[in-house]
T-cell receptor, first 113, second 116 residues
Framework: KNQVEQSPQSLIILEGKNCTLQCNYTVSPFSNLRWYKQDTGRGPVSLTIMTFSENTKSNGRYTATLDADTKQSSLHITASQLSDSASYIC????????????FGRGTSLIVHP | NAGVTQTPKFRVLKTGQSMTLLCAQDMNHEYMYWYRQDPGMGLRLIHYSVGEGTTAKGEVPDGYNVSRLKKQNFLLGLESAAPSQTSVYFCANSYGALGKGGQPQHFGDGTRLSIL
């Protein structure tokens, strides 16, 4: 069964600090991995999309890494801001023809001033 | 440019009532999806469509029906609402299949539905 596990479940950091969120998956065959940011009361917004051949992808202060061998991804947030407070969701899609990507449960990040 | 718009934003129903949630896009994307999001769980796919006039079942389709009569609209229906259907419903679209390359997926801001 395809699964996506995210850790930690929740995280509290001080403004200006860096943090790293983890995503482990068992989806096979692998097609791509996405990181989304979901603000409270809003829909998810795409941060990065990584395919098999990509190891690192950045979007401003957000940097995602992918290790397809160990089936792990991380999302690193640099110099956190109060606006980074949100849920971060990892989503993995299979290349097996399915239109059903597997969503992680998300990491809730709170940035305190 | 609204992207993906969902109506209504909030709704309270009584058990057994029916209703339709509307999703409209202005992006001309072929693929559209309906998800539900429950506390402590990842988004789960209810139904999806790969083009006008097509629909298919996702992970949790029971109790729901959908229609895609026009490319820009994707409707989700609850025939006889049950308390277990209390959830936040999200509509999304994508240009192509999510499992074929780096297609971005765009989400609406959700419909919060409570079934009493």
């Amino acid at each position: 069964k395809n699964q996506v596990e995210q850790s930690p479940q929740s995280l509290i950091i001080l403004e200006g600090k860096n943090c790293t969120l983890q995503c482990n998956y068992t989806v096979s065959p692998f097609s791509n991995l996405r990181w989304y940011k979901q603000d409270t009361g809003r829909g998810p917004v795409s941060l990065t999309i990584m395919t098999f051949s990509e190891n690192t992808k950045s979007n401003g202060r957000y940097t995602a890494t992918l290790d397809a061998d160990t089936k792990q991804s991380s999302l690193h947030i640099t110099a956190s801001q109060l606006s980074d407070s949100a849920s971060y969701i990892c989503v993995v899609s299979s290349s097996g023809g399915s239109y059903i990507p597997t969503f992680g449960r998300g990491t809730s990040l709170i940035v305190h001033p | 440019n609204a992207g993906v718009t969902q109506t209504p934003k909030f709704r309270v129903l009584k058990t057994g009532q029916s209703m339709t949630l509307l999703c409209a896009q202005d992006m001309n994307h072929e693929y559209m999806y309906w998800y539900r999001q429950d506390p402590g769980m990842g988004l789960r796919l209810i139904h999806y469509s790969v083009g006008e006039g097509t629909t298919a079942k996702g992970e949790v389709p029971d109790g729901y029906n959908v229609s895609r009569l026009k490319k820009q609209n994707f409707l989700l229906g609850l025939e006889s609402a049950a308390p277990s259907q209390t959830s936040v419903y999200f509509c999304a679209n994508s240009y192509g299949a999510l499992g074929k390359g780096g297609q971005p997926q765009h989400f609406g801001d959700g419909t919060r539905l409570s079934i009493l």
